[in-house]
């Protein structure tokens, strides 16, 4: 008979809710699920504010989003699970930068919480109330959550980097307009 304790029972509560949250998040941008707009929706939405194509970016949030989260809920893959879920939410905080930091004025208080608990999770593991725990940890290796988390953030760093350029070249592309007027 196996003993949990309660650090397992809280890592259970954790993986479930953030992995129950993104999961849904990112249903409403894959299938329109729960009030969300679909991809058709979701990429015109990504492309007006700078992620292009935006029906890639929105299919890249999506199962960024609904998988990590999943896998998160299961405690399955969970360096991987985590880093893609936190590298989800790092985009959409870039997004709500400008609005400050809490969420009732848009800013990016949500997406911050949601990212770093995922990124915790990859961090800490599943505990033993998991799937990865059942499975021997075969995909929860301990050189997994550097190598999970580093891919992650480069390519999180090249997303955002390429929004915040297009923007800028779009500011600069409307002065220019004004100036020739």
Known sequence: MTCYDRRDVGLLLLRLSTGGVLAAHGAQKL???FGGHGLV???????????????????AAGVA?????????LGLATPVAGASAAGAMAGAAALHVPNGFFAQEG???YAASLGLA???LA????GRLSLDHLLGHVFDRNWMVPAALGVTAAATALVIGARNRRLRETVITEQEVLFEE
């Open 123 to 126: 961090v800490t593991g599943p």
């Open 65 to 73: 989003e609904a998988g990590g989260g999943v896998l998160l809920a």
């Open 107 to 109: 800013g990016y208080e």
């Open 31 to 33: 299938f329109g699920w």
């Open 118 to 120: 995922a990124a915790g």
């Open 41 to 59: 929706g979701t990429g015109q939405f990504m492309e007006s504010v700078g992620f292009a194509p935006g029906k890639a970016s929105a299919t």
